[in-house]
């Protein structure tokens, strides 16, 4: 009996290490696709970025200025219609203030986004070519995808912020400092090592579709159009930049018109 107990040990102890074998391999696979989705990610919205800071405050003053286009026009309606001015100016401003808080709060946002791209383009190219491989090395050590208890990913969440904020304004100190805190790994062991590496299995699959889907969004290919245009040194904003400033001017003339129809006098 002790024999049979003792063989029956060992092949549990034996499939044990296979297992775990199996899950230290898929963990090094999952790492790998972990780092490339969140660096993918980032990257994405430091393109998407770029273009709000280059172009987005001229299409956010586009559209200010076709909504009061529209306002504009509105009140002419109602003054046709036998309404007075101040009637008309009341009667749609409760319509037209939502809009115009919405466009506020997106300049405050376009305004955000210029200050962190700001303090990114200011580093030295060598310094950013540092701080990514921290960066990068961070993601390997604290990312929440790649632990599976889930106090220690929601904590890995909140830290990934922190990461990935001082990696986007160029912050190498923040950085350093998150890295030389040597947090430990809080993750607790998990006795089912076959749910542990469905887990895992699961998560890669969930990481490999992210990355597809990332790669399928129109800002991939803004970010591939804004870094080949850096290599070739050209402003890829410009015939955008061109388009919108030529429509505020029509716009503006517009508005002018419109303005002189009702009998507001430019000040």
Do not use: C
Request: charged share 35%; proline share 1%; aromatic share 6%.
């Amino acid at each position: 009996m002790a024999t049979s107990l003792t063989l029956s040990h060992d092949k549990n102890e034996a499939l044990k290490l296979r297992l775990r074998a199996v899950i230290d391999k898929k963990r090094i696979v999952l790492e790998k696709i972990v780092i490339e989705t969140e660096m993918l990610k980032v990257n994405l919205d430091m393109a998407r970025q770029e273009y709000m800071v280059k172009v987005g405050s001229l299409f956010n003053k586009d559209n200010q200025l076709d909504l009061e286009i529209i306002r504009l026009r509105n009140i002419l309606h109602y003054m046709r219609q036998g309404m007075s001015y101040e009637t008309a100016v009341n009667k749609i401003a409760e319509t037209y203030y939502a809009e115009q808080i919405e466009l506020e709060k997106e300049q405050q946002r376009i305004n955000f986004e210029e200050e962190i791209y700001k303090k990114r383009e200011e580093k030295e190219p060598s310094l950013l070519v540092n701080i990514k491989k921290l960066w990068k090395k961070l993601i390997a050590k604290f990312h929440p995808d790649l632990t599976q208890d889930t106090d220690e990913k929601q904590r890995r969440t909140a830290l990934m912020q922190q990461i990935n904020k001082a990696y986007q304004e160029g912050d190498l100190e923040q950085l350093q400092q998150i890295d030389q805190e040597n947090l430990e790994d809080h993750e607790t062991t998990i006795e089912n090592l076959e749910d542990i590496l469905l887990r895992i299995l699961k998560e890669i699959e969930l990481q490999t579709q992210t990355y597809k889907e990332l790669k399928q969004s129109e800002w991939y290919d803004w970010m591939i159009k804004i870094e080949r245009a850096k290599k070739k040194h050209e402003n890829i904003f410009a015939e955008t930049e061109r388009y919108l400033l030529n429509d505020i001017v029509r716009k503006l003339a517009t508005i002018k018109s419109l303005k002189a129809e009702i009998g507001i006098s430019e000040t």
